[in-house]
T-cell receptor, first 114, second 113 residues
Framework: QKEVEQDPGPLSVPEGAIVSLNCTYS??????FMWYRQYSRKGPELLMY????GNKEDGRFTAQVDKSSKYISLFIRDSQPSDSATYLC??????????????FGKGTKLSVKP | SQTIHQWPATLVQPVGSPLSLECTVE??????LYWYRQAAGRGLQLLFY??????ISSEVPQNLSASRPQDRQFILSSKKLLLSDSGFYLC????????????FGSGTRLTVV
């Protein structure tokens, strides 16, 4: 079983739809959970960051972590064509050395149609 | 503020030729530095990371090597490129704490022909 699983999509939605992106993970030591957004031919940029369980909201974006289920989600409300990108989840633990490196999902490609 | 520079943006190289990609970070000291390769459908593959000058950890045995000659400079090299080395190469830095996340450069698209 891979440490982080993410459905690669592609996911196509109409403008204004609510988008749900998800990742599952197997390592119970993960404490920090992030979502990156990557536009085509660009480097990923940090979008949302959450520590441990719970929800975090930033404008149209909500990040949700359920550590009991080892499941994280990113919700996008009122999706816009400018949200079209690949979204990568990432997570790590407090452990040092290579075990502290971020582990990334493969990314979900999202397309929002006008 | 911290910035990360990566160049070139695009590179086309023949098989068997050498490679040198450079990454520099400004506005911070003693960063952790990373080289990733991203291939379509395969996600981000960590190639090398470095926690200090001259300290390089390799995650994947391959045709590539990395060096960190200065605190904020990270170089990815190859003596002889293979077709399979084609991909999108990304440099990133972090402060080294678990909560800090990574900041990525703009990437280099390498095509080996």
């Amino acid at each position: 079983q891979k440490e982080v699983e993410q459905d690669p999509g592609p996911l196509s939605v109409p403008e204004g739809a609510i988008v749900s992106l998800n990742c599952t993970y197997s390592n119970s030591a993960f404490q920090y959970f992030m979502w990156y957004r990557q536009y085509s031919r660009k480097g990923p940029e940090l979008l949302m960051y959450t520590y441990s369980s719970g929800n975090k909201e930033d404008g149209r974006f909500t990040a949700q972590v359920d550590k009991s289920s080892k499941y994280i989600s990113l919700f996008i409300r009122d999706s816009q064509p400018s949200d079209s990108a690949t979204y990568l989840c990432a997570m790590n633990s407090l452990r040092g050395g290579s075990q502290g490196n971020l582990i990334f999902g493969k990314g979900t490609k999202l397309s929002v149609k006008p | 503020s911290q910035t990360i520079h990566q160049w070139p943006a695009t590179l086309v190289q023949p098989v068997g030729s050498p490679l040198s990609l450079e990454c520099t970070v400004e506005g911070t000291s003693n960063p952790n530095l990373y080289w990733y390769r991203q291939a379509a459908g395969r996600g981000l593959q960590l190639l090398f990371y470095s926690v200090g000058i001259g300290q390089i950890s390799s995650e994947v045995p391959q045709n590539l090597s990395a060096s960190r000659p200065q605190d904020r400079q990270f170089i990815l090299s190859s003596k002889k490129l293979l077709l399979s080395d084609s991909g999108f190469y990304l440099c990133a830095w972090s402060s080294g704490t678990a909560a800090s996340g990574y900041t990525f450069g703009s990437g280099t698209r390498l095509t080996v022909v």
